[in-house]
């Protein structure tokens, strides 16, 4: 094998692909894209509301009203005025019904938000929000929270039950999360951080075999239907040819996941984001399953791209691959409820699914070292086969135009010196 | 020179390649001649080590196919094209390093050869924006921007309109004299009569016909009258010393039967024709290569791409 001509091709790949559009979209919008996807809800929702809203009271039980106003007194905005300003319907001389319409008919004038309905049917409260918007869940559960407690301190007052004492014994509690780990018990960062820290993970993975590989498969197309894999296999060896644009191929890959890398780190630092130190510890495996699920699923790209003829043809094989690429994340959740299962150890053998099975075992529980030798070991053993096969097939199909070759065929390619 | 011996190449049920031998010397056009389908690209794709034979040697200069002739053959293939969103220049710069050429030596050689194919200025156009004829100007560029030594060209005319037509002639001829081997494949006779040296006609994998242009002709030369005409010739092949002809709109080339003379001829002729030439020729390549695939097949072959037949021959007694 020619080195110079690898290279030569290797740097021809890196440079055609990276001036693409779809490349410099992807570098600049996927780092974006994911800052967005991940500050934007919290800034949503820290923001809440941010001018007072008029909700309507229909109370038959006629005892809500004014502790709930006290209540809401204490949610402000940051203009200090109140979030929400209460507007009571009495039901004592009108039929609820007919207050049920007035306040519908606000709703619908848009000078109230809602309305909360309270109905005491033999017994038993009923509460219900009126609104154009009712999945408003921070507001409604504002308003389910403050009335229950409301109404239960009336059942107990009711019942003769000391409410202060109650209100000592009656503390609400939150369970802490600690993570037990070689180095002591440490307060862990909890169960979301991790798996959404997993998770991006996993997506900027898919996201990279996705784009370079797609455009692997594009360009293979464009060599094939235009003949140009005829000059090219005449100047350099079909070894040559695959081996070079597998080098171009990584190379563009690692310019990606630096790319990302820099504008994570930055964030990180803009923002102050506070990285637990299990998934910094884990970085630098979490990049070598990242590299190694690269390099397999590039190979096979390689070889799955040299047999397709059209662009039809290339969607359809991304597509599928994308789908083997995807898998992982419907079990994402019962590996991390249960790294250690056996199904899950077990699966992290495949190939196809090592790469991601491992990187969020490694920020939910470090496998053991001979789990990590092991999966490592498989990979590079996975490559290598797949490098070999697509080898094999690469240097026939390559030269075959307007035929997809049969399962015989490829059998035979593969058994050929 | 370039020695195929003996080339085989099966695919599937079709042998595609049957016992082809041919030799192309150093400082010769040689062309290698046959109907679409004959077998001329697979031979010219094993000769530039993209397929390889299922037995038959080939050699370049008395060596096998190594790195270093991989570097010195220049190819354009038949079905071609280029990498439609690059830039001209860096493609063929692209191609050059794939051939071992220095950088700066890539780049004073594309500069003069752009200039020669009147592409001066497009270096950083899109290919894409390029016509289809100077697309191929391209790919001429391309297979001769490293020297090679041994030239292999596969319909290289086709796409070029006559003016870039008689271009590349003047450029085959020159690297002809300076002593390169050029392979040159085509089924357009009148190509290949005025530019080849030597030339083998293919038919069906086999070759059927080999020498120079003068040797095949002397061959076959039959009993030949080529005539130029106002008028409708068509009559001209039930002519009872007619053999073969072929007629064009103002004329027509005959093979008369061996004893019949142009005296025998013009009877027949006056009165329903207004000739303005006539004269016995040697029968020219198309002729010979319409007959000479008619004998092998066995069966009417309807006219390729030679330019101006209009009728193929129907009575045919060889």
């Known amino acids: 094998m020619n080195w110079k001509r690898i290279l030569q091709i290797a740097r021809w790949e890196f440079t055609q692909k990276a001036r693409a559009k779809s490349f410099i979209i992807s570098l600049i919008l996927t780092p974006a894209m994911m800052l967005l996807f991940g500050l934007l809800p919290s800034m949503l929702a820290d923001k809440g509301n941010s001018s007072t809203k008029v909700i309507g009271l229909i109370d038959s039980t006629g005892s809500v009203m004014m502790p709930l106003s006290q209540q809401l007194k204490l949610d402000t905005l940051p203009n200090g005025q109140p979030e929400f300003v209460l507007q009571s319907y009495p039901t004592t001389n009108t039929p609820i019904d007919s207050a049920i319409a007035a306040t519908d008919r606000a709703i619908l004038a848009e000078t109230m938000e809602g309305a909360v309905v309270i109905r005491d049917s033999a017994g038993r409260v009923v509460v219900s929000y009126r609104s154009t918007n009712p999945s408003n869940i921070r507001l409604v559960n504002k308003f389910e929270h403050h009335i229950e407690k409301i109404l239960n301190t009336e059942r107990m007052v009711a019942a003769g039950i000391d409410t202060a004492a109650w209100g000592r014994a009656n503390q609400s509690l939150t369970m802490e999360t600690v993570k037990v780990t070689e180095k002591g018990g440490e307060k862990s960062e909890g169960f979301l951080q991790t798996f959404f820290a997993a998770y991006i993970g996993i997506i900027l993975f898919m996201i990279l075999v996705m784009t370079t590989g797609q455009s692997l498969v594009r360009s293979l197309v464009e060599e094939k239907s235009n003949r140009i894999m005829e000059l090219l296999v005449s100047s350099g060896t079909p070894q040559e040819l695959m081996w070079g644009k597998l080098l171009g191929l990584s190379a563009l890959g690692a310019t990606q996941v630096a790319a990302w890398v820099i504008v994570g780190m930055a964030s990180v630092g803009y923002f102050a984001v506070v990285i637990s130190p299990d998934i910094l510890a884990s970085f630098p495996l979490i990049l070598l399953y990242l590299l190694l699920g690269y390099a397999f699923y590039a190979s096979l790209f390689i070889g799955i791209g040299s047999l397709v003829t059209t662009e039809q043809e290339s969607q359809v094989i991304t597509s599928y691959l994308t789908m083997v690429l995807v898998a992982p994340m419907a079990f994402a959740f019962v590996v991390m409820q249960d790294p250690d299962s056996f199904s899950v150890a077990a699966l992290s053998y495949v190939p196809f699914l090592t790469p991601t099975l491992m990187m969020i075992r490694l920020v939910t529980k470090m496998p053991s070292p001979a789990e990590l030798a092991g999966t490592i070991a498989v990979m590079v053993a996975a490559i290598g086969v797949v490098i070999w096969a697509s080898g094999k097939i690469f240097r026939t199909a390559i030269l075959m135009y307007g035929k997809r070759p049969t399962f015989r065929e490829l059998l035979r390619w593969l058994r050929q010196a | 020179m370039i020695h195929a011996e003996g080339l085989h190449k099966q695919f599937a049920t079709v042998h595609a390649v049957n016992g082809v031998t041919i030799q192309a010397r150093q400082g010769e056009i040689f062309g290698l001649l046959g109907p679409n389908g004959a077998g001329k690209s697979t031979t010219i794709r094993m000769i530039t080590n993209i397929i390889h034979p299922d037995s038959g040697s080939i050699t370049y200069s008395g060596a096998p196919f190594s790195d270093s002739i991989r570097s010195s053959i220049g190819y354009l293939a038949e079905e071609r094209g280029l990498y439609q969103k690059s830039r001209i220049l860096e493609t063929i710069l692209h191609f050059a390093a794939l051939r071992g050429v220095a950088p700066d030596t890539a780049r004073r050689r594309a500069a003069d050869w752009l200039r020669r194919f009147e592409l001066s200025g497009s270096e950083r156009r899109r290919v894409e924006e390029l016509s289809k004829g100077n697309q191929q100007k391209v790919q001429l560029i391309i297979a001769l921007i490293h020297q090679p030594q041994y030239i292999i060209l596969d319909e290289p005319s086709s796409g070029l309109d006559p003016v870039n037509q008689e271009l590349l002639r003047s450029i085959l001829d020159q690297l002809r004299d300076d002593g390169r081997t050029i392979l040159y494949s085509t089924h357009q006779m009148e190509q290949a009569e005025r530019l080849c040296n030597r030339i083998a006609l293919i038919n069906k994998g086999k070759v059927v016909l ?38 064009y709109p103002n004329g027509a080339e005959l093979a008369l039967q061996p004893a019949a003379t142009l005296n025998d001829l013009l009877p027949h002729i006056s009165g329903q024709l207004q000739i303005t030439r006539i004269e016995r020729v040697r029968p020219s390549l198309n002729s010979i290569f319409i007959q000479t695939v008619r004998r092998a097949t066995g069966e009417a072959i309807p006219a390729t791409n030679s330019n101006s037949i209009t009728h193929s021959i129907t009575n045919s007694t060889t």
């Open chain 2, 210 to 247: 080999a020498g120079t242009v003068q040797q095949v002709k002397e061959e076959h030369g039959g009993n030949n009258v080529a005539m130029e005409f106002e008028g409708d010739g068509r009559f001209l092949r039930g002519l009872p010393m007619v053999l073969d002809a072929n007629i």
